[in-house]
């Protein structure tokens, strides 16, 4: 009775090249603003709460530490052709310009622009290997029409 039993191994957990691999012979690679804003601020909020913006940094981090990019200039890179927004570094604030999270939306009193941060501290965690945060001080959601994050190194 035993040998006819279905022994289900346990599921396999999704790595970032599972992910980017999208399938999508006809739609590609993107999706709209729209789309990930919903997720971001009206789906996430409503399940977890505005403390839902930690988990969102940790994930970025996450995400920053795991990108196979070498320098500086490659992950700017990357942030402008992932479409994230349009990266400038200024001595020891990164601003980012057309900032997916946030770009357009009214001044609601608080920074949202938490999955950005959290990358670029990963990343330069990484490149640096130290710890890194990355705290947001400027945001459309505070009322400016840029994000600017001040970078701390932790020694």
């Known amino acids: ?27 590609g690679n993107e999706v709209s603003v729209a789309v990930f804003r919903v997720l971001r601020h009206i789906a996430l909020e409503e399940i977890i709460g505005t403390g839902s913006g ?3 940094y940790h994930a970025g981090k996450n995400i ?14 990357w942030v402008e052709k ?3 927004g349009i990266p400038e570094v200024d001595g020891n604030v990164v601003r ?3 900032c997916v999270t946030c ?15 959290g990358l670029i501290a990963g990343f330069l965690e990484k490149m640096w290997n130290k710890k890194v945060l990355a705290r947001e001080v400027k945001c459309w959601g505070l009322g400016y029409e840029v994000c600017e994050f001040e970078i701390i190194v932790r020694e």
């Open 103 to 117: 770009s357009g939306i009214p001044n609601i009193g608080r920074p949202v622009c938490h999955f950005e941060g």
């Open 54 to 56: 930690g988990i969102v």
């Open 64 to 77: 920053g530490k795991a990108l196979q990019l070498e320098t500086l200039d490659d992950f700017l890179d």
């Open 96 to 98: 980012v310009y057309e």
């Open 82 to 84: 992932s479409k994230i």
């Open 1 to 27: 009775m035993l040998g006819s039993l279905k022994v289900e191994k346990k599921p396999k957990r999704l790595g970032i090249e599972d992910v980017v691999r999208t399938g999508r012979l006809e739609l």
